[in-house]
């Protein structure tokens, strides 16, 4: 992955945030996923009254890839409207993980400053698929 991809994720992913729909936690995001063909998927996060109903901007960016035939990613951007990078919740950590367990991603806030993960450093010991009647 180059510098010029680092830069066009966080820029998708700034975009999409400005779509976010947050009336009550008034915290938006968005997210930018690089898949392996080159496309970017973006995705933004969508609240709604019934909190439980709510989705975040990285499940958003997955879930629209998958449906538009992409599985394959090599990196994400997630930006945030606060001064520091916030990396994603652990369900997103979760749902990423099933798709992209060597993904990079980039957390980038309201200044200039870059933060750069492997996935495995979000999240150390993933939940794995496993065989009913075997343990996990």
Do not use: W
Not at 10 to 31: D, I, K, L, Q
């Amino acid at each position: 992955m180059t510098q010029d991809d680092r830069t066009r994720l966080v820029a998708a992913a700034r975009e999409a945030m400005t779509r976010s729909h947050s009336p009550y936690s008034r915290f938006r995001v968005g997210a930018a996923l690089l898949g392996a063909d080159g496309r970017v998927h973006t995705g933004t996060n969508v609240e709604n009254a019934s909190y439980g109903l709510s989705i975040c901007a990285e499940r958003t960016a997955v879930f629209k890839a998958v449906s538009e035939g992409c599985r394959d990613f090599v990196a994400a951007a997630v930006v945030t409207d606060t001064d520091t990078p916030t990396p994603p919740c652990g369900a997103c950590r979760q749902v990423l993980q099933e798709f992209a367990p060597g993904l990079v991603i980039h957390l980038a806030g309201r200044g200039d400053d870059i933060e750069t993960f492997r996935l495995a450093e979000l999240l150390p010991r993933p939940f794995d698929s496993f065989t009913p009647g075997e343990a996990p």
